[in-house]
């Protein structure tokens, strides 16, 4: 088991046991009632991404709790959370999505791996689904998903800025992702972003989710004489492709999608094979603002017990922190659906408060203003989005890229986080 196993579990059987809170009658919305929000996330398929849904959004409960509650319609109204399980599945996705309307959810924060199958139903109550991890370009439509929203990295956005920087070092690479929406909407959007980069990919391979091993894709890569591979898909997927590119060419160039931050990548495919490997993120501090960051990863820490210790260690033995700038996005979509029921008025959605939703701004984690473009509901800009590099089981900006280069490292080794 990677050295994560323990603390993983135990957050685990934390989010199953609060999943299991779905379901029963109606318990929002009367007077004095909580604004319900849920959280819908891949408890028992992805506990990274899951993990990072839970701890934004609780922070945000807990001060916007520790506050008063939020103000609607001349009263104060405590906050509740409650998480489903989506088992990164589009059936069960729909059927949490559901259960958390039925239960009076105002709003949900999801993963957004399903949102298409359950865009009918929150669309239909009014009900805002916020999307943190599925980057499908397809996903986002005002028009046929006017419910769904997009605080997260959007494919075609990272596909831009990864295919501008592989053309510095490669010019025939290959594609491998898994059957996702976002997995396959990730190499369309490459598949794109591409030509205008001037690089011609060699081929591109799907493969499922749940596939134990990729060895034969991999070789297939090499017969087509690829000098890289771009993998793209869940950070389970993305480890196993990293680990077989290694076993099979130690020195041929790793890029991923967003899910290549994940420490659960590292963890699986351990220092040798991650090591150089680069993938898109999106800025930790807004251009303006360099201190508001590090005050929500100790706000973070001080409800958490501490800093996000990764489970991984580098080659010296020390333990790596994973930064705080996934939960960024689940913390403002809380602060997000709060600040626009107080102007709604009411803890009842209704189909006006996805148009209030359009309409309403709030201070970011990182010191941005949040909102979302009512064009095409994405809340992040593409201009923040940078490339990343892995050296030694952590992370930092590259230097050869115009946007990464003027940010700076943050510091990841655990014991130096006070």
């Known amino acids: 088991m990677p050295p994560s196993a323990p603390r993983v579990a135990a957050a685990l059987a934390a989010l199953t046991a609060l999943s299991a809170c779905g379901g029963g009658a109606p318990q929002s919305g009367g007077s004095g009632g909580p604004l319900l929000i849920a959280v819908v ?26 506050g008063g509650g939020v103000s609607v319609g001349g009263s104060k109204r405590q906050v509740q959370l409650r998480i489903y399980d989506d088992a990164l599945d589009p059936q069960r996705t729909r059927a949490a ?6 239960d009076g959810a105002i709003g949900l924060v999801t993963d957004g791996y399903g949102s298409a199958a359950s865009a009918q139903d929150s669309a239909g109550a009014g009900v805002p689904e916020i999307v943190v991890s599925n980057g499908s370009a397809a996903l986002m439509d005002a028009k046929a998903r006017p419910s769904l929203f997009r605080l ?15 053309a510095k070092s490669a010019k025939a690479p290959a594609i491998l992702h898994d059957d996702t929406d976002n997995g396959r909407d990730g190499a369309k959007q490459l ?9 011609h990919p060699t081929t591109t391979l799907e493969v499922s989710k749940d596939a134990i091993a990729v060895d034969a894709q991999v070789r297939a890569v090499l017969d087509a004489r690829s000098d890289a591979v771009v993998a793209w898909g869940t950070d389970a997927f993305v480890a196993r492709v990293v680990n077989a ?18 420490p659960a990548v590292r963890a699986a495919a ?3 094979a991650t090591e150089g490997m680069a993938f898109v993120a999106s800025r930790m501090s807004s251009e303006n603002d360099s201190a508001s960051f590090g005050q929500f990863e100790h706000r973070l820490a001080t409800l958490g017990g501490g800093a996000i210790d990764a489970g991984i260690k580098d080659r010296e033995g020390r333990e790596i922190r994973q930064p705080a700038d996934a939960e960024i996005f689940s913390y403002d979509a809380v602060n997000l659906l709060a600040a626009a029921a107080t102007k709604l008025g009411s803890v009842q959605p209704s189909p006006k408060l996805l148009d209030v939703l359009l309409q309403t701004r709030t201070h970011s984690a990182n010191g941005d203003a949040r909102g979302f473009n009512p064009d095409n509901h994405e809340g992040v ?17 590259v230097k050869d890229e115009p946007l990464s280069a003027t940010l700076p ?10």
């Open 41 to 66: 996330a891949p408890v028992t398929a992805d506990p990274y991404v899951a993990q990072v849904l839970r701890r934004g959004t609780e922070l945000a409960v807990h001060e916007l709790n520790a």
């Open 97 to 102: 999505v559901q259960n958390a309307i039925h």
């Open 152 to 166: 997260g990295i959007a494919n075609d956005a990272a596909a831009s800025i990864l295919s501008g920087y592989i």
């Open 191 to 199: 598949e794109s972003a591409f030509p205008t980069a001037g690089v």
């Open 245 to 262: 590119a290694h076993a099979a060419a130690p020195s041929l160039a790793l890029f991923t999608g967003p899910s290549g931050e994940s």
């Open 270 to 272: 351990g220092a040798d």
């Open 381 to 397: 800009a593409d201009d923040d989005l940078y490339i990343a590099r892995i050296h030694d089981m952590v992370f930092a900006p």
């Open 409 to 418: 490292t943050e510091d990841q080794i655990l014991a130096d986080f006070h």
